[in-house]
């Protein structure tokens, strides 16, 4: 593991602390059922409105551009919306 | 010539359909909704499509043959059912039809629309108006009649389904910003690169019944270079000092862009229509498919909605009036424990938290002879289910006096506002 690598990971650890708040915030469920794996629609019973909802909590909490498209695009699991996340960041920050 | 029913032209065997026909398919999408809608019938709370019989006047109706308390209805001046608005709707029935059966554009406008249009205008300080046949249909008729792919097309999180609608049909990119947030909206237009945008707005916000930020809203969108269009669906014949709407209140009549606007709620009719520079409202006009395309709006509602229109401004007392039975609902309600979510206009919701105990609260109102809306998942978000009520200036004090007694029996029985806080939730 590089530095580099190390920085990365300790980012996108923060990243999902920050995210896990908001999902369960936006999505009105306890922070310790959000789970790397869960399924925003499956397991947190996310409706259209309240995703759409939580693409703009994201761009406000974490300053990014993250279009509901970008957003869709990836599957709608919290571990890959937090890496989607993390790179948008990344991107920002360069 | 109809024979009054005696030959069945209806097949009668439901199975004789083309081999490889599955209409079952169609039908899947739908399946959880349906499954959510067989559950209420089951458990006796579905209440949607509620069947009023008969309109009794200071907020009463009859439904299921009982009388009960109107909030169900947009008409917040009271003026559907003023006698001198349905006597010009009769009026215009004797002289030109139900229904022209025509578009706008090839028979379907009349000089009772060119009226109601031109007065429009003139009470809007706008150039042009053109009328649509709904609200809907405004939004959708002009949002994809000026947006393009390639363009950008604005909106509030909390902004109407028929906003979304004309932008999705424009192929225009949609991005959303946080409800009544200016700053998330510099953000948003931040990437603009040169591309024509449209910032799409409500007066009021039918969900909480909050006011926009117009003059912000305003001074971010014009500093990026984009259009700004108001939907005064809730706000016109209840904001500003002469009932214009938001743009009035905020003094921005001659800034923004496009206004549009709904005869189905101040103007105590229906249909919808767009007022803004004569340049803009012609290629609406000539361009909005959902205008064209349609059969116009029959004269009946052109001139009850001009009808309204002459009573809004001529009797502001109606506006008064509106305003103490909003304000004495929103007091009464939260006096008694209801959470009315910050509500500034006569839109009065009670925050219930989930869609299943909002039905049961409206099915229980319903029962005791209330009718309030339920709003629920896709109106609004799970966790912020309500059930929404509309004050007008015609409801007598005696039908909001029942509503409040009631909801405070429903709410106290379903653990809603008080009993709620009582229970420790």
Redo the contacts between chains.
Sequence with gaps: VTGADADQMAQLDEVKARLRALVAAT??VPAEVIEDGSSFDADL?M????F??L???I??TF?V?C???ELRAVEPRFDAVARLVARKLEEEAR | VPDGGQTSVVPAARDARPAGVRREAFVEPFRDLLAQVEATRQAALYCLFPSIEEHLGDGWVTIGGRRAASLIANDYLGLGGDAGVRAAAAAAIERLGASRCASPLVGGHTPIHAALEDELSAFLEQQATVTFASGYQANVGMISALMRPGDLVVTDLYDHASILDGARLSGAEIRFFDHNDPVHLGRVLRKLDGRRALVVVEGVYSADGDIVRLDEICSVAHGLGALVMVDEAHSLGVLGEGGRGAAERFGLLGEVDLIMGTMSKSLGSVGGFASGDRALIDAIRHGARALIFSAALPPANAAAALASLRALREYPELRTRLWENALWMRDELEARGFDTMGTETPVVPIHVGDPGAALAFATALRDAGVLVCPAIPPMVQASRSRVRMHVTAAHGRDALEHAVEAIAVAGAALGIGRGDEAAGA
């Design positions: 999505a009105g019973a409706d259209s409105l309240t759409v909802s693409q703009v909590e761009e406000k300053d551009d279009s509901l498209d």
